[in-house]
């Protein structure tokens, strides 16, 4: 496609369900992040893929997330053992390039609500 | 800490007027900073940047301004259209810390009126 694309669009879990939200970057893009958003609130930083490599989850709020880019193009986060706090807006964005100056594209995003 | 703040949540400005959003940072060695705008139930849109080694940047009927003395940013859009009503995000590159993360302000809600 065109752009960046997120499923599902809407999710909800009950408290202790685990959940995996998938992002399908731009075709040939060699970053991908991802982003937690709060109602009210910017988008924060997850985790930094370079292709297949995951080089910063920094941002990563517990153990309990966690993810992968295995062949450097599609991406899930998984989130195991969800709790209240987790609701958010999951937004995934992608560039061409990693660099200093990068302009990233992103999903719709995926909303979650924890029941 | 907040080292990204928009300390305005929301602005109203008439239709053909211009909207200014402004944005403050609390670290000076930040070098890279962006502008999205976002629409209800979709992902944030890019919309201009600046460098640090520039004071403006324009774009049609966007432009933004540096300010590095006063670690301040802001966007002007001139003339405001009612398709401009948004939620407009100033972001910047976290380049000091070792990481590949990007700080987003909380946003600013623009309504331009008709």
């Known amino acids: 496609g065109a752009g960046v694309s997120q499923s599902p669009r809407y999710k909800v879990a009950k408290r202790g369900q685990d959940v995996a939200l998938r992002c399908d970057p731009i075709s040939g893009h060699v970053s991908l992040f991802w982003y937690q958003q709060a109602l009210g609130q910017g988008p924060e930083f997850l985790t930094y893929?370079?292709?297949?490599?995951?080089?910063?989850k920094s941002g990563l709020p517990s153990d309990r997330f966690f993810a992968e880019r295995p062949e450097g193009s599609v991406s899930t986060l998984k989130i195991q053992r969800t709790q209240q706090e987790d609701s958010a807006v999951y937004l995934c964005?992608?560039?061409?390039?990693?660099?200093?100056?990068?302009?990233?594209?992103f999903g719709p995003g995926t909303r979650l609500l924890v029941l | 800490d907040q080292q990204v703040k928009q300390n305005s949540p929301s602005l109203s400005v008439q239709e053909g007027r211009i909207s200014i959003l402004n944005c403050d940072y609390t670290n000076s060695m930040f070098d890279y900073f962006l502008w999205y705008k976002k629409y209800p139930a979709e992902g944030p849109t890019f919309l201009i940047s600046i460098s640090s080694i520039k004071d403006k940047n324009e774009d049609g009927r966007f432009t933004v301004f540096l300010n590095k003395s006063a670690k301040h940013l802001s966007l002007h859009i001139v003339p405001s259209q009612p398709g401009d009503s948004a939620v407009y995000f100033c972001a910047t590159k976290d380049t000091t810390s070792g990481t590949f993360k990007y700080i987003f302000g909380t946003g600013t809600r623009l309504k331009v009126l008709a």
């Open positions: 964005a992608s560039s061409l390039v990693s660099g200093s100056q990068e302009t990233q594209y």
């Open positions: 893929f370079q292709n297949e490599a995951q080089l910063d």
